[in-house]
């Protein structure tokens, strides 16, 4: 199943880090994605982009995971070439990502 069925998800940037967040829908949903959704796996997706780490913070009483993104942004906005220098695109990209279904 693919993630947007279970969450959805907002996108930040400062300078060069892109912040992802990850919010489920129902709360019982939450320990699926804070055991599927690792900081790994979330750094692997974003290979070709991502240079610094890439860092989760757990927030289980709002049934989110926040994901910082650091050197992601081809140098930021006023830097970038990307057509997404704002990086707003990898909040759809992570709901792409497939997750099982229990």
């Known amino acids: 199943m693919k993630l947007r ?12 880090t892109s912040n992802l967040s990850l919010i489920v829908f129902r709360a019982e ?3 699926r994605i804070r055991s599927q959704i690792t900081a790994e796996r979330v750094k692997a997706l974003f290979a070709d982009i991502v240079r610094g780490d890439v ?11 926040n994901f910082v993104l650091h050197d992601a942004l081809g140098g930021g906005v006023t830097r970038s070439l990307s057509l997404d220098a ?12 497939e ?3 229990g």
Do not use: C
């Open 55 to 65: 860092v989760r913070y757990e927030l289980p009483l709002i049934g989110a995971l």
């Open 5 to 16: 069925e279970i969450a959805h998800s907002r996108a930040g940037d400062k300078g060069n």
């Open 99 to 101: 997750i099982s279904d």
């Open 29 to 31: 949903d939450y320990e």
């Open 86 to 97: 704002h990086g707003k695109s990898l909040s759809s990209a992570l709901l792409d990502m």
